[in-house]
C-alpha cells in the first residue's frame, strides 16, 4: 500500500468511529446492522476462498449466540467475556466438525454445514431446561445497558478485526496455499501444502468470527431463540452480499454488504415479509449472470480500459 | 472431483444385508417402532430416489429438492380445495406440472452452471430453494393445512398391536419406483442413455447421445416424481412452507449412505434411517431428538469414507 492510501484507510476509520457524534439513532441502529452483516458476509467468503462452501454461517452464529447469552446468565460472566466465549465454542465445534468432514470436501461439507443450524436447533429445543427450549431466554439487561453508542463501537470493532484477519489472509502465505487448493487440489497438494490443515484452520477461525458476531449480536438484543437466532436470514443476507459485491476478496464483500445492507433496510419497511426472496433472486441471478459480482465486474472495466 | 457413477454397485450389499438381520432382532425388541420405522423410511425413500437420479446424471446437487416437494404439496392443497379432488387424484396433474416447472428450471438455469464450478452449482439451487421457501411463505403463510379423508387413518389390529395401514402405501409406491426406475435405466433407450451420460458425459456424447435433452429429462423427470410423493402425503402430512426442507438434507444422508447410484441401496439406507428415528422416538421424552439421527448418521457415513478415502 501507498501513503496515501494508508491516509484513507485512517481517514475511513476514524469517520466510521465518529459515527455516533453526527447521526441519530435510526442511522446508528442501521450502521450496527450492516456492519453486523459485513462481518458475517466477510467470514463466509474467507471460508469460501478454500474452494469449500460453507453454509454454516447462521449455525455458528446461532451457537455463538447462545454460548455467550448462557455462560452470561448461569455463570454470572462479564457480557464482554462471554462473547469471546461464545465465538471459543463455536470454532471448538468447527474443530470438530471439520476433523471428521474436511477430509471428504465439496458437496459432502457443503451440506453437512447446510444442516447446522437445523441441528442445533433440535438440542436447544430438547435441552429446554438449560436453554429455555422453544420460547428461547431473556437477559435482565442488554450489554452496556443498551447504550446504542457503545454496541455500536463494539460491532465496529469486531468488523475492523474481520476485515484485519481476513487481508491477512491476502497477504500471507495462506493465501497461496488456500488459492491454490481453489483452483486446483491436486497441485496443491504435490506443491507440498498439507490441504487439509489448512482448511482446518480457515474454517474454525471463520467460524470463530461468527461465533463472536452471534455473540455480540445476542447480548445486543438481550434475547436469544431457536427460530430467530438460527434463522436463515444471517445465512442468506451474508451470500447474496459477498456474491453481489464480488467473490474472493475483502473489497468485495465490503460493497457487496454495505449496499445490499442499505437496500434491505428499504426492503424491509416497504415489504415486511417477503424481502427474503428478493435475495434468493440476487443469488441465482449472480451466480448466472455476474459470476464475478459487482467488484469484479468493475476491476474488469477498468482492466480493459488501461 | 468427477461425481464417478455407479449403478447397480454390488459392495454395499453385505452392509445392507447386516442392517436388516439387526432390524429383524430389534422387530422383537420395539414392533411398533419397526412399523412407524418402514412406513416413515419408505417415504425418505421416495424422494431420496429422484435426487439420487438427477445427482447421478446430472452430477449436481439439487439443494432445492425439498423445495419443490413443498410446492408441489401446495399445487395439490390447493387443487383439492377448489375441485374437491381426492388428494390421490392430484398426483396427475401435479406430477405434469412439476415436470414443468423442471424444464423451465432447467431451461433457464440448471444448463448454464453445467460447466461451472460446484461451488456455483451449490449457490444456484441453494438460492433456487430460498426463493421457493419464501414465496410459499409470503404467498400463502407459515399456517399448517390438512386434507382430511376418511381412509387415511385406517388401521388394522393384529394381536395386541393396532397401527395405521395407510402409510404403508409409502412402502409399496417406494418399491414400485424403484423397480420403475431400474427397468427405466436398463430397457428403454432413455434410460440407457442416461446410464452412459452418467458414467461419461463426454464418452456419452461421442457415441451420439443428445447429453442436454437427457439432462433436461432426467432432471424433469426428478423433479415430477415428487408430485407423486405430495399425493400420497397430503392425506397424512400437514402442508407448511418448510414442510419439505429437511428432506433434502435427509435424502443427501440416504444417497451418502446407499453410494452414489446405487438406487437399490438407498431403499435399505432408507428403512434403516426411518427405523433409527422411530426407534429414538418410541423412548419417552427423547422423542425430539429423532430428528438429529440423519446428521450422526451422516457424519459417521462421511468419516467412514473418509478413512476409506472413497470419493462421491
Known sequence: MKNWEYIVLIAIIILFVAVPF???????????????????????????????????????FGIGGYTAVLVYLIFNMNPL????????????????????????????????????????????????????????????????????IKIYWLTLVIAIITIIVSELFQKTKIYFAITSTRNDEIVAKSSGIDIFRYLVFVFVITSAIQGIIGGAYAQQYGFVSPESTFSTHFLLLPIAMCLAGGLYSTIGSVVGAVLLGIIAEYLKMQFPYGHLIIYGVIIVLVVLLMPRGIAGTIKDILKKRR | MNLINRFYQRKNYKISGLLVVILFILAFWKPYALIYGIQRGSLYVLIALPLALSLGVIGILNLAHGDFLTLGAYLAYWICIYTGADPLLTIIPVLFALFLVGYVIYKLAITHVLKASPLNQLLLTFGFAMILEESINFLWSSQ??????????????????TFGTYEFIYSVTAIIILVFLLLFLKRTRMGQAAFAVGQNSRGAKLVGIDVERTYLFIFSLSIAILGIVVGLMLPRASIFPMVGAPFT??????????????????????????????????????????????????IIVISIKSYRRQIL
Open chain 2, 249 to 298: 438434507m435427509k435424502s443427501f444422508c440416504l444417497v451418502a449412505m446407499a453410494g452414489l447410484g446405487n438406487l437399490t441401496a438407498i431403499f435399505w439406507s432408507g428403512i434403516a434411517l426411518g427405523y433409527a428415528e422411530a426407534l429414538v422416538q418410541s423412548f419417552k421424552g427423547y422423542g425430539g431428538w429423532a430428528d438429529i439421527v440423519f446428521f450422526i448418521v451422516l
Open chain 1, 81 to 148: 467475556l462471554s462473547i469471546i466465549v461464545g465465538g471459543i465454542f463455536a470454532a471448538i465445534i468447527a474443530f470438530i466438525l471439520g476433523f471428521a468432514i474436511l477430509r471428504l470436501r465439496g458437496i459432502y461439507f457443503a451440506i453437512t454445514t447446510l444442516a447446522l443450524s437445523g441441528v442445533f436447533m433440535v438440542i436447544i429445543k430438547n435441552l429446554s431446561n438449560i436453554t429455555g427450549g422453544a420460547e428461547g431466554t431473556i437477559l435482565p439487561s442488554a450489554i452496556f445497558n443498551g447504550n446504542p
Open chain 2, 144 to 161: 399448517p393445512r390438512n386434507i382430511y379423508v376418511s381412509y387415511a387413518s385406517t388401521s388394522t389390529t393384529i394381536g395386541s398391536f
Open chain 1, 22 to 60: 453526527f447521526t441519530g439513532p435510526y442511522i446508528l441502529h442501521v450502521t450496527t446492522t450492516i456492519l453486523t452483516f459485513l462481518s458475517l458476509a466477510l467470514s463466509w467468503d474467507m471460508m469460501l476462498r478454500t474452494g469449500q462452501l460453507s453454509f454454516g454461517t447462521a449455525g455458528f
